[in-house]
């Protein structure tokens, strides 16, 4: 099946520094990777969506200054976290769908535990 | 604004029972609705989709249904054991014309040997 990895699986930092995520679609091509991030017992909340060669799409609420989104190739997309705050701490999941079209299975990283103290 | 809910924050089932899980959804109409299990500390690992023009779908023990009337879905796990025993999602497309799911708070599903 298609795999997803991340990189680091955590991180911790100080607060003011800026934190980079990776996200490798390892086994297939990703037109479309997705940014979600995911807080202690809450659900999953969508923060962007990556778009090779082209600008990100943030969801409403999610500062495109502090997350700042980069996807190069069609097997990589990055996440970083500028000047982070403990409140930036918390789950951070990327997914990528094979086709891109809706109503596709997204398949999942393992997630990255940012702690910003 | 479009929601997803998922009521149960836990359940219990004794393993060898079906555990029926369910997934809420107002203001809205998906296309298709989709079940992840989720284990502490890791991704989503996706599981089933339905289309909002099916019924019902299987895969081995597991069984989704689809009821645009109640605006609800079902999931049951069939001859339920330990290993079952993580969080389960519902998600479906965030409705802003982008593949972006939207997700329950999911419930988290113990089956006691």
């Known amino acids: 099946g298609a795999v997803v990895s991340q990189h680091p699986s955590r991180v911790i930092c100080k607060s003011g520094t800026s934190v980079k995520i990776e996200c490798r679609s390892l086994?297939?091509?990703?037109?479309?990777m997705f940014w979600y991030r995911q807080f202690p017992k809450q659900s999953l909340m969508l923060m962007a969506t990556?778009?090779?060669?082209?600008?990100?799409?943030?969801e409403q609420g999610v500062e495109k200054d502090k997350f700042l989104i980069n996807h190069a190739s069609l097997t990589l997309s990055t996440l970083t976290v500028t000047s982070a705050h403990p409140e930036d701490s918390s789950f951070y999941i990327c997914?990528?769908?094979?086709?891109?079209?809706?109503?596709?299975?997204?398949?999942f990283g393992p997630g990255t535990r940012l702690t910003v103290l | 604004s479009q929601k997803i809910e998922q009521n149960s924050e836990a359940l219990n089932i004794q393993e060898g029972k079906t555990a029926t899980l369910t997934c809420n959804y107002t203001?809205?109409?998906?296309?298709?609705l989709q079940w992840y299990r989720q284990d502490p500390g890791r991704g989503p690992v996706f599981l089933l989709l339905?289309?909002?023009?099916?019924k019902e779908k299987r895969k081995e023990r597991l069984k989704v249904t689809f009821d645009t009337t109640l605006k609800q879905s079902l999931f049951h796990i069939t001859a339920s054991q330990p290993a079952d025993s993580a969080t389960y999602l519902c998600?479906?497309?965030?409705?802003?014309?982008?593949?972006?799911?939207?997700f329950g708070k999911g419930t988290h599903l113990i089956i006691q040997p």
């Open positions: 086994d297939f091509q990703a037109t479309t």
């Open positions: 998600a479906s497309n965030s409705g802003g014309g982008a593949d972006g799911l939207t």
């Open positions: 990556s778009n090779e060669g082209s600008k990100a799409t943030y």
């Open positions: 203001n809205y109409s998906p296309a298709y």
């Open positions: 339905i289309r909002e023009n099916e």
């Open positions: 997914s990528a769908s094979v086709f891109g079209g809706r109503g596709n299975e997204q398949f």
